[in-house]
């Protein structure tokens, strides 16, 4: 089971369709979603912090949560070392690289402020870079 987190807009559902090979557009995610494999969660969870506790229990759920960036949003949103509050392990996911002036590096480095250690994996939901090898890495882990 594998759980999404990030900001707002961050492209979480639009992954996890990606994930899934399901090419529908993503809505906005407005509660909690348990699918067969997948946790979906709204951005907003990520952005006031009387929403944490709830994403730290339902982590408990998960194998693994992967913390998702946006490429084209670097903006600080999460406070720093967030992703020790989950008692999973957590993979950094920068998302949107295909879009214009998109910059990984500085996503990377949002990803090590909210704590979160190599290696990040670097995806586009829209042309579907870095999805294999996302998916090898879940597969290879058995979540
Ligand atoms: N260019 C580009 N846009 C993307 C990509 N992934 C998502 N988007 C766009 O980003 C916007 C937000 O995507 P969502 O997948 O709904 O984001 P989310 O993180 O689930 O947002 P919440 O449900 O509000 O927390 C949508 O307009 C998507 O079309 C991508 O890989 N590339
Ligand atoms: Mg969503």
């Given at each position: ?61 998960a ?13 600080i ?11 999973r ?55």
């Amino acid at each position: 089971m594998i759980m999404l987190v990030g900001p707002v807009g961050a492209g979480k559902t639009s992954l996890i369709h990606a994930l899934k090979h399901d090419c529908r557009k993503a809505a906005k995610t407005s509660s909690i979603c348990f699918h067969d494999d997948t946790i979906d969660t709204p951005g907003e969870y990520a952005q006031m912090p009387r929403f944490y506790n709830a994403l730290a229990v339902t982590a408990t759920n998960a194998d693994i949560v992967l913390m998702v960036q946006d490429a084209t949003d670097l903006r600080i949103t999460l406070p720093p070392g967030f992703a020790a509050m989950f008692p999973r392990p957590v993979v950094g996911v920068v998302t949107k690289i295909d879009a214009p002036g998109a910059d990984q590096e500085k996503a990377k480095l949002r990803l090590r402020q909210a704590g979160i250690k190599e290696p990040f994996f670097c995806v586009s939901a829209y042309d579907g870079t870095g999805v294999a090898e996302l998916t090898a890495y879940l597969t290879g882990k058995e979540v």
